[in-house]
């Protein structure tokens, strides 16, 4: 009895002889994090006589073991295992590469029980930076009315302070071989930095600044052992809003100046000391004008990096990352890169969308350009607007896209959480963990940046076998991954076909209305969408057109693919209720996935019936039959009560649809803190459309005419105060002066813009450019008048970026091109407007609150029945 309880103490694990792990000597952080668990994953393995040896082919303790074989690679992350007898090596071309291999042994110590017989396998990554973006950013616009602009508190961003959820993210990133990870702000430095140069900055109180900086340090050391690069993002020009208020100065600049260059290069310089292992990304535009990015990128971004090397006593470079974003990029990095050698280049891959597979065109252009100029150049899937909020994980088109950014030669993929603006909750009520929610959609990018030249079939069955893992049947993984790939294809194909944007100004999930539909160009539609991010193809007005004119199409159909993702949509839902009884893990989160697959198909139910609609209407612009307009109202009917079906599925079981919950969603509605946030507050809007079109479908029956409504309430103005520029203020009327040193005269205004105060310009001084500076009392809408002309520098453009065209033709003079009315939102407090050369003219403010509506403005009914307008049919 006494031998037989010996030999039970002798099997127990605790009795066990742990397989032995060495680290090198000098074995870094990282080398360590990854013997600890490789060590743990051999507790309860017997080996009498086996050990672990790992560290890299430099390292004197792999000394013994010469010669060792050479890796494949000479990237840092690059690793090889073998066996040498009883002793498992563990070789990397770097402390990461010791990391990942020390992960891949445990890893197949786990799923055998066992230390691998025979062993002689290397690996590498096919890209060089692999990582997900955080936003240190909300909802809504809530710091001074400033866009992008958030201080770091517990009040704002309380996920910021808890450990153990960074711990459970980084420890998540870790096992999916991410090594980089982004934290997108406006401003961070107040929130991480003491700028002793500039008191008058701080913004946080001494003792939130001290947590943070200490948070800071944390989590950047944490994720450094975990071989992730924690890299800082900013926009240019922010400001410090305290130092703003203290120099008089916006918070914004689009205009570089001495003393925002001269803050700017210190807040990088105490950065880089500060923090020396912790990366920056910048944003050069969007706030500075494009033409201004290559010389705050060479004459203040660059030298503040030096300084702060300067200081620290580096000869390294440290990496800076340079968005092509809403700046000249190319000439920036033709510029700097004599200047500093160790930069990157990051371009979005469909815009703020998931849309295709590749690029082509001019998105497929740049790309190829940036890579071309010899930085390591990073693809940015940004936002996801048209994935939100459902759940979304197709392998497949993941694998393929990956495929796609290698071969153009992308190094770096940069990945944004399926809902970005409200991190980390899920849009689900109750809202989850989004990494736990979306595990999959994380994977498949961590995956595949890893190696994306893997076999079909094998990955099918690895991702049956992730599936089952967490719904506990292989039968039922294998149909959920089939639901998850069919519904995967539905919004990316779709949106291009019938879209405005890929941009986070339109939400898809919460649909379109008819006039989006049938006159995209009233919304200001980006042709990138579909002639960059998308396959050769056809809009609603090219397909209309052709079929009325018995012409050939070209690729992909609206109508064709609105019928095409319906079907993948309905098989979606299929497959997900055929696994539905053999799911016996996790029942609870299926269902909602299920629940999911059915308000994906209610969606595209809709949007067929809606398209199809649309497609009529269209048609009836040529035919003149009111049958077209007959056979249309049925398919509005049915897509009308689709949308009901997506409400009553979603009513219960999400908080909201869109992250984005400020002014700068505009599509279908526009947005704000409680503003058509979930479908059910869009239903009414819908229904008033259809009621409309019924309406105006029978005045046509009754009377042969329609009617056009001529007056409409003027908007609420809000007063602009001209605090800088050669501008005039003046009342916006018909008989008023367009510009401060010319006769023309204001021949008729929008009924809109009536009571509204204005700035006019020097027309002389618009060709070398004029730069206005406005003080709003609170965050508003600044309304600006363009106009196209064909004389250089004669007309400002518009910028790219969120701005949106109002109300075409809502201003007119004789003897000079209509103006279009484009609005764009401001904070409260100084703003700088600077176009470039070219007259504008600012028409007024509104307050950040109304929802304005963009149209055609026709000034007598004889000018509207000139021109070809369907839009009145749903007004």
């Known amino acids: 009895m006494r031998s037989l309880l010996c030999l039970l103490v002798l099997l127990t694990p605790a009795a066990r002889a742990a397989v032995p792990v060495a680290a090198a000597t000098d074995a870094t952080p990282r080398e360590l994090t990854g013997t600890d668990r490789l060590r743990a ?153 003491k700028l002793p140069r500039y008191p008058e900055a701080q913004e946080l109180p001494d003792a939130q600044l001290e947590q943070n900086m200490e948070m800071f340090r944390w989590l950047t050391g944490e994720a450094d052992r975990r071989g992730i690069w924690v890299i800082q993002a900013f926009y240019n020009i922010h400001i410090s809003h305290a130092l703003a208020r203290a120099h008089n100065l916006p918070f914004q600049l689009s205009t570089p100046t001495e003393f925002t260059s001269q803050y700017t290069r210190y807040c990088i310089s105490e950065f880089i000391h500060t923090y020396p292992n912790v990366g920056i990304m910048m944003t050069l535009g969007e706030a500075l004008r494009p033409e201004y990015g290559p010389q705050w990128l060479t004459g203040t971004i660059i030298p503040g990096v030096r300084d702060g090397m300067r200081e620290l006593g580096l000869s ?70 048209n994935l939100e909020p459902f759940r979304w994980g197709d392998p497949t088109f993941v694998r393929e896209t990956l495929q796609s950014m290698q071969r153009i030669g992308i190094r770096g993929v940069h990945v944004y959480p399926l809902r970005y603006w409200d991190w980390p909750n899920s849009p689900d009520n109750p ?41 506990g049947n292989e039968q039922a993984a294998a149909k959920i991954l089939d639901a998850y790939e069919l519904s995967g294809v539905c919004a990316p194909r779709l949106l291009p076909r019938i879209g405005i944007t890929e941009g986070n100004r339109q939400s898809f999930t919460l649909g379109m209305l008819m006039t989006q539909l049938i006159d995209p160009e009233r919304y200001n539609a980006l042709t990138l969408l579909w002639e960059g991010d998308a396959p050769p193809g056809e809009r609603l007005d090219d397909y209309v057109r052709k079929e009325w004119l018995h012409q050939p199409h070209t690729g992909e159909t609206p109508v064709g693919v ?151 309430p003027a908007w609420p103005s809000l007063p602009i105060t001209l605090t800088a520029g050669p501008g005039q203020a003046f009342s916006v009327r018909p008989g008023e002066k367009l510009y401060s040193d010319a006769d023309l005269t204001i021949e008729h205004a929008a009924p809109e813009l009536a009571g509204m105060t204005g700035i006019r310009i020097p027309r002389q001084a618009a060709a070398r450019g004029v730069h206005l500076e406005i003080e709003l009392p609170a965050p508003g809408q600044i309304l600006i008048g363009f106009f196209r002309s064909e004389k250089k520098n004669a007309a400002a453009a518009p910028p790219k970026d969120e701005w949106d065209p ?41 307050p950040q609150s109304v929802q304005p509506e963009a149209r055609m403005v026709f000034y007598s009914a004889s000018d509207a029945s000139r021109r070809p307008d369907l839009d009145w049919l749903f007004e």
Not at 153 to 162: I, K, V
Not at 441 to 446: Q, R, V
Request: contains cysteine; positive net charge; glycine residues 6%.
């Open 41 to 193: 994953a051999l507790a309860n393995v017997s080996a009498p006589g086996a050990r672990v040896v790992a560290g890299t082919l430099s390292s004197p303790t792999l000394a013994a073991f010469a010669p060792l074989p050479a890796l494949d690679s000479a990237d840092p992350e690059a690793f090889r295992l073998l066996r040498r007898g009883n002793t498992w090596l563990v070789l990397g071309s770097g402390s990461s590469g010791v990391l990942y291999g020390c992960l891949e042994l445990a890893r197949r110590v786990q799923e055998t029980g066992r230390l691998p017989e025979q062993i002689d396998f290397a690996d590498a990554p096919a890209f060089k930076l692999r990582g997900p973006a955080l936003g240190m950013q909300k909802t809504a616009i809530t710091y001074d009315g400033a866009m992008y602009d958030y201080r770091y508190t517990p009040q704002e961003f309380p996920f910021f302070y808890d450990k153990a959820l960074w711990t459970r993210y980084l420890d998540f990133l870790l096992a999916n071989r991410f090594n980089t990870l982004y934290l997108w702000n406006g401003h961070p430095f107040t929130s991480l930095l």
């Open 316 to 385: 390294r470079e440290p990496p800076i990352i340079v968005r092509a974003h809403a700046t000249r990029i190319e000439d920036a990095i033709r510029q700097a890169l004599p200047l500093y050698r160790n930069i990157f280049t990051m371009h979005k891959w469909n815009g703020e969308s998931l849309t295709w597979t590749n690029v082509r065109g001019e998105v497929l252009r740049l790309h190829q350009s940036l890579v071309n100029l010899g930085s390591t150049h990073i693809a940015n899937v940004h936002l996801l607007s």
């Open 431 to 471: 809202p989850e963990i989004q990494f736990e929610r979306d595990w999959i959609w994380f994977e498949t990018w961590g995956r595949y940046s890893w190696n994306p030249a893997r076999d079909p079939a094998a990955e099918r069955r690895y991702w049956i076998s992730r599936i089952a893992a967490h719904y």
């Open 562 to 712: 609105a019928d095409e993702v319906l079907a993948s949509a309905v098989r979606a839902v299929a497959a997900a209720e055929a696994a539905a009884p053999l799911v016996t893990r996790d029942r609870e989160e299926f269902a909602r996935f299920l629940n999911d697959m059915r308000a994906i198909e209610a969606q595209y139910r809709y949007y067929d019936a809606k398209t199809r609609a649309a497609a009529l209407v269209l048609r009836y612009g040529y035919s003149h039959d009111l049958a077209d307009l007959r056979a249309a109202l049925p398919l509005l009917r049915q897509s009308l009560d689709h949308y009901r079906s997506l409400v009553a599925l979603t009513d219960k079981t999400y908080r909201e649809g869109p992250s984005v919950h400020s002014i700068s969603r505009r599509i279908p509605f526009l947005g704000g803190p409680g503003r058509y946030t979930h479908w059910r507050d869009c239903l009414p809007a819908y229904e008033r459309e259809l009621a409309s079109f019924e309406r105006n479908l029978k005045q046509l029956e009754t009377t042969g005419t329609r009617t056009t409504t001529l007056d409409r």
């Open 806 to 846: 109002l109300l075409r033709n809502g201003l007119t003079a004789a003897g000079h091109p209509a103006f279009t009315v484009w609005a764009h939102q401001l904070p409260r407090g100084k703003s700088d407007l600077d176009f470039g050369p070219g007259a504008f003219v600012v028409l007024g403010a509104i």
